[in-house]
């Protein structure tokens, strides 16, 4: 009886043990395939076994390889960071600063209050597949330079985008950081900013436009890459980008197919899914062009500021600009991504409301009245001072009434 109690015991710890193997030698087998199955994946990208002993000046070429422990690039002995924003976590302003929470997204879009608590070498969480942290790469790689275009930034959020890309890139790899400034007026983005990059002992260098190239330059390329439907939403925006000859781009389409990259399309629906709950597609515009005073004749101009700012009537320069007028369906009266507002101290550019589309503006063709619907004004022009405000409406007074002029690029 005892004999046979012990072997039953034996086999019941058998048997649990088989248990707990099975699955985990199964892992491995299937672990074992999947590496190997990548390396032929990425062997094939790369050139493959018969590549293997070609020569690139004079050395045999290397390939990426999976690897048991971590990649060659990626950080050791990495230190856990703690204080505002660490690992990518939010980070908020105490209650009494909420003034400055306010004036810094009123001026900037975002807030730049917020970012300045936070730290220059801020740590993110890696949210890469757990495989990406094994690959060796080659290390004979050619250096990059990376560019990065930017108009009236913030200065914390633009410096903390340059320390990122020099704490996560191989040193030997990055040839530089050029920082082009399409022609800000921020007095931080000029001296303090010179001075801040000299700690970095050429690899930062900074290059000013002389005159601002950027919204409709600098996007419409990208813009040539969306479905129609992206592409509406963007020239509703940018009325001139789609007079813009882009030139001959055959080049980097066809790169694109060879690589298989994925569409634009693709791309909104995977990647940043949630882009139009924060910035839906504008209404088509009724109106666009240069808003012009039928009494004087000039213009309405951002006047080159940034919001909150009061607008002024300039000479009508008709290269559009600060001076190319939007007025949707919806009713937002705006000037390239910023929105005209107004309230008791006159016209005012305005960073537009997150989230909305809308506006209170409303435009009369027959009388030539531009009219506020919630104050129930009118946008008038004084005679005397040129100043901009909301009027009384009144059908025989020319400075109350304006006029849309469409215009076509000059470049």
Known sequence: MRVSTIRSGRICRLALCLLVLLPLLYLLANWSDHHKRVQEAYHTRFGGPKFAHQRLEGRPREVPKLVDGLGNFEPKDVK????????????????????????????????????????????????RLEECRHWDYPFDLPRTSVIIVFHNEGFSVLMRTVHSVIDRSPTHMLHEIILVDDFSDKENLRSQLDEYVLQFKGLVKVIRNKEREGLIRTRSRGAMEATDTHKEYFYTREPLARYLDMGDISEQLALKKRLNCKSFQWFMDHIAYDVYDKFPGLPANLHWGELRSVA????????????????????????????????????????????????????????????????????????????????????????????????????????????????????
């Open 80 to 127: 856990p960071r703690s204080g505002p924003g660490e690992n990518g976590e939010a980070h908020s302003l105490s209650p009494d600063k909420k003034h400055m929470s306010d004036a810094s997204e009123m001026e900037y879009g975002m807030n730049i209050a917020c970012s300045d608590e936070i730290s220059m070498h801020r740590s993110v969480r890696d949210t």
């Open 296 to 411: 004087s004749d000039g213009c309405l101009d951002s006047m080159g500021h940034q919001p909150p700012a009061i607008m002024g009537l300039t000479y009508c320069h008709g290269g559009g600009n600060n001076q190319l007028v939007r007025l949707n369906a919806a009713g937002q009266l705006g000037v390239g991504e910023r929105c005209v507002e107004a309230d008791r101290q006159g016209i005012k550019l305005a960073v537009c409301r997150l989230g909305t589309v809308d506006g209170p503006w409303q435009y009369n063709e027959h009388t030539k009245h531009l009219m506020h619907r919630v104050h129930k004004k009118c946008m008038a022009l004084h005679p005397a001072t040129q100043q901009l405000s909301l009027g009384h409406c009144d059908v025989n007074d020319s400075y109350q009434q304006w006029w849309f002029k469409e215009i076509r690029p000059r470049w």
